[in-house]
């Protein structure tokens, strides 16, 4: 049972980015999916959201941005990044969980990784301005 996060770069500010988590050793169509990032000295943070209905969450400081989208089929979700600020450097984590509640919950105030059930290895996204 495996993510792997991948898609991330050194930018310039106003450029795009899309990341991809893919999963292995489980159906990813059964999870809510997350996107986290943590900055160097801040705390991890909740970025996007989508359940295995396809709603997605954003929090506010991505809104209009960044679009999340996932493909069952190939077991992976997306995180397109337009746009991308300074203050979006960070590392980029994706997590899954079956229940939405505990992912959605984590996503607006992060409470530590404990509660969801699988966390993948981030992918580091650096945009200069």
């Known amino acids: 049972v495996q993510l792997q996060a991948s898609g991330g770069g050194s930018v310039e500010s106003g450029d795009s980015l899309t990341l991809s988590c893919t999963a292995s050793g489980f159906a990813l169509g059964y999870y809510g999916i997350g996107w986290f990032r943590q900055a160097p000295g801040k705390e991890r943070e909740g970025v996007s959201g989508?359940?295995?209905?396809?709603?997605?969450y954003y929090a506010d400081s991505v809104k209009g941005r960044f679009t999340i989208s996932r493909d069952n089929a190939e077991n992976t979700v997306y995180l397109q990044m337009n746009n991308l600020k300074p203050e979006d450097t960070a590392t980029y984590y994706c997590a899954a969980n079956r229940g939405w509640a505990t992912l959605m919950h984590s996503l607006v105030q992060y409470h530590g990784p404990r509660n969801i059930e699988v966390w993948g290895i981030g992918t580091q996204v650096t945009v200069s301005s």
């Open positions: 989508i359940n295995n209905e396809g709603v997605p």
